[in-house]
């Protein structure tokens, strides 16, 4: 998160609209920059490859990830990058997430977070991006609370109150992770 003054904590309680401004202001630079640091990867499959080891521009792991087992990230490289044909056929986010969902699910450990995170990264660069809502860990918590229900694992952005449908989908589910403790 930025450190300046217009990015201090959101104070509970917080509208809807302030939850959105602030992570406009504040948590968007950063999910923007991150995505762009994989579109600028001078070959499909060195953005692949960063994407699946879950590394920042720094060279650290990206925070989502960093609770992972430490065989996770070792065991899905192969896996992934041998799919780098059928990645690269993909016409949408989905087929993206599809397709690691049914390689990466021989690798123990990896778990929906991990599979929708590194589809993200790898959708970026061929500007597939989510067009739904994706709800997994934090994400499914704070549209829980949101909606007051429990929620499937996709829902479109039509399903959430007008405030958030500001936002791209994969903004939302940054959204609803980062600020699930205001709902």
């Not at 950063?30 to 920042?56: C, H, I, N, Y």
């Not at 991006?129 to 499937?152: D, H, M, T």
Request: with cysteine; charged share 20%.
């Amino acid at each position: 998160m930025a450190t300046n003054v217009r990015c201090a904590a959101l104070h509970q309680p917080a509208t809807h609209q302030q939850i959105v401004d602030h992570y406009i202001r504040c948590k968007r630079p950063d999910l923007l920059s991150e995505l762009q640091w994989f579109k600028e990867q001078p070959t499909f499959s060195g953005a692949v490859e960063e994407a699946v080891r879950a590394r920042s521009k720094l060279g650290q792991r990206l925070s989502h990830q960093r609770r992972l087992l430490t065989t996770v990230i070792p065991a899905s490289i192969p896996v992934v990058l041998g799919s780098l044909p059928k990645l690269q056929q993909a016409k949408n986010f989905d087929e993206v997430f599809s397709l690691l969902s049914l390689v990466l699910q021989k690798v123990y450990g990896a778990g929906d977070l991990y599979i929708y995170d590194t589809a993200l990264r790898i959708g970026a660069p061929m500007d597939l991006l989510p067009e739904q809502v994706y709800l997994q860990a934090g994400a499914a918590a704070g549209a829980s609370k949101l909606l007051g229900r429990r929620v499937p694992r996709l829902l479109p952005l039509s399903k959430f109150p007008a405030t958030f449908q500001r936002l791209q989908a994969y903004e939302l589910e940054n959204l609803l992770c980062c600020y699930r403790s205001y709902f």
